[in-house]
C-alpha cells in the first residue's frame, strides 16, 4: 500500500477515534487534548487532497505539525503517567491534563493512542521524503 494512503489513512482514524471519544462517550477533552486534535484534523484533508493530486511534496507542511503533535502526545502522557511535570499547570480550567478516561494495560492512554498515530505518520512521511529524494536523484543521473 502507498505511504501517502497509509497517513491518510492513519490520520482519519485518529481524528474519528477522538471525535469518537469526545462525542459518543462524552470524553471532555482538556487543553493538551485540543492541542493534538489542532495538529490533527487538518492532516486527512491534506493527505486526502494529496493522494487526488498525486502529490507527495504534502509531507514538506505536514512533518512539522506532525512532529509538534507527537511532541505535545508525548508531554501529555509524561504529565498523566509521571510526577516529573507536577510542578507545571498546563490545563487550568475544565478536566485536568493528567486525567486518564482511558488506560488500557496500564499504559494505552488516549495521548498515547495519538502520540503513535502521530509518530507513524512522521515515519511515513520522512519515508516519502527519502523516496522523492532518491526518485531526484535517479532522474538527474538518466539526465
Not at 477533552?29 to 491534506?46: A, D, E, G, N, S
Not at 487526488?52 to 512539522?64: A, I
Not at 510542578?87 to 493528567?98: D, F, M, R, S
Not at 488516549?110 to 526518485?135: M, N, V
Request: aromatic share 16%.
Amino acid at each position: 500500500m502507498n505511504k501517502l494512503r497509509v497517513a491518510w489513512l492513519v490520520s482519519l482514524v485518529a481524528t474519528l477515534g477522538s471525535l469518537y471519544f469526545s462525542e459518543v462517550l462524552k470524553y471532555t477533552p482538556c487543553t493538551l487534548c485540543w492541542y493534538q486534535r489542532i495538529m490533527m484534523y487538518t492532516l486527512p484533508v491534506y493527505f486526502g487532497i494529496a493522494i487526488f493530486k498525486n502529490n507527495k511534496n504534502v509531507v514538506s507542511y505536514t512533518l512539522p505539525v506532525t512532529i509538534l503533535g507527537f511532541l505535545f502526545a508525548v508531554y501529555h502522557y509524561l504529565e498523566q503517567k509521571t510526577d516529573w511535570l507536577d510542578g507545571i499547570y498546563t490545563c487550568q480550567v475544565g478536566v485536568p491534563c493528567g486525567y486518564d478516561y482511558l488506560n488500557w494495560f496500564g499504559f494505552i492512554t488516549i495521548p498515547f493512542l495519538s502520540g503513535l498515530a502521530f509518530l507513524i505518520i512522521s515515519i511515513l512521511s520522512i519515508l516519502i521524503l527519502r523516496d522523492k529524494k532518491e526518485e531526484n536523484h535517479k532522474e538527474e543521473s538518466i539526465n
